[in-house]
């Protein structure tokens, strides 16, 4: 590290996946002492505007934004690195990881780097339905522009085996416009089509819209690109909900009942 330079740091943090109220105090805290914010630029837009400077840019160059967080720290500038939900849930934490594994820049190794916990998408998916992922579960992103589209259903139908409740990010976008159903159809050949889904549709926002429907029922072409999807384990249930907040409370038990563990 160069000794007469100002040091700098590099925070990666989540901001949650929606209101301001998600956003945890020591991340509010992180983005008030950065002088330099980094990160997709919707992101951005959703910290208020004050003394940053402000790096935005596009949702699909992940490792040059990182690599761009790390010089501005080696430059002395303290560097908030934000992504939404959870920053290590297919987010910028990882990507921070490779570009210092690469070691393209020596000084980036004197960088000092803390990762803050946001909250998650599928954690306030799961919140607003109940209690979904209250047993064993995994979690998938359907996208395969960064692994092949075998393994995803590889993954799928292992998971299905293994009867956890399965989280899905990314399930669609303009570019992967057929994934979801044909990771559906797949789940339909393993999973009882009574198989509670729930499709999150912009958790916290404005626009928020979460529909609870059945393996069998599910339309993919309902999801777009900021969906949660959870289906079901085998024991994953609706209770009736008289809050007027829904039909339906979605839970998965704590436990099998003794004769199915036997
Ligand atoms: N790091 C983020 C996930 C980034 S991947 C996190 O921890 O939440 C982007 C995917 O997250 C979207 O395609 C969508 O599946 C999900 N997502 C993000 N925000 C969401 C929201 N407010 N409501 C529902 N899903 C959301």
């Known amino acids: 590290m160069n000794p007469m330079r100002a040091p700098g740091s590099l925070t990666v943090v989540g901001l949650g996946p929606g209101p301001d109220r998600w956003l945890t105090p020591e991340v509010a805290d992180v983005l008030a002492q950065s002088t330099d914010l980094v990160g997709y630029g919707p992101y951005l837009d959703r910290i208020p505007h004050s003394f940053h ?10 490792l040059s934004r990182a690599r761009l967080a790390l010089d501005l720290a080696v430059a002395g500038r303290k560097v908030a690195l934000v992504s939404g939900g959870d920053p290590g849930v297919f987010a910028m934490a990882s990507a921070l990881f490779e570009a210092l594994e690469s070691g393209d820049d020596p000084a980036w190794a004197d960088v000092p780097v803390r990762v803050c916990p946001g909250v998650s998408a599928m954690l306030a998916a799961a919140a607003r339905v109940g209690a979904p992922l ?3 579960f995994c979690v998938l992103s359907l996208s395969d522009n960064l692994k092949p589209w075998d393994l995803v259903l590889k993954r799928l139908r292992l998971a299905a085996e293994a009867d956890f409740v399965i989280a899905l990010y990314n399930p669609i976008s303009k570019a992967r416009p057929w994934q979801l159903g044909a990771a559906l ?10 198989t ?3 499709l999150a549709r912009a958790v916290g926002r404005h626009d928020e819209d979460v529909t609870i429907t059945t393996l069998g029922d599910c339309d993919p072409t309902t999801a777009d690109m900021r969906t949660l ?4 384990s085998s024991q994953t249930r609706l209770l009736p ?4 907040n829904g039909d339906a409370w979605v839970y998965t038990p704590r436990g099998y009942a003794p004769a199915e563990v036997a």
Request: aromatic share 0%; proline share 3%; charged share 35%.
């Open 53 to 62: 400077r402000r790096h935005g840019s596009d949702n699909r160059v992940e």
């Open 134 to 136: 209250g047993h064993d």
């Open 185 to 194: 159809d797949t789940l339909r050949t393993l999973k009882d089509a009574a």
């Open 196 to 198: 509670p889904v729930v």
């Open 229 to 232: 999807v959870l289906i079901g």
């Open 241 to 244: 909900r008289t809050d007027g």
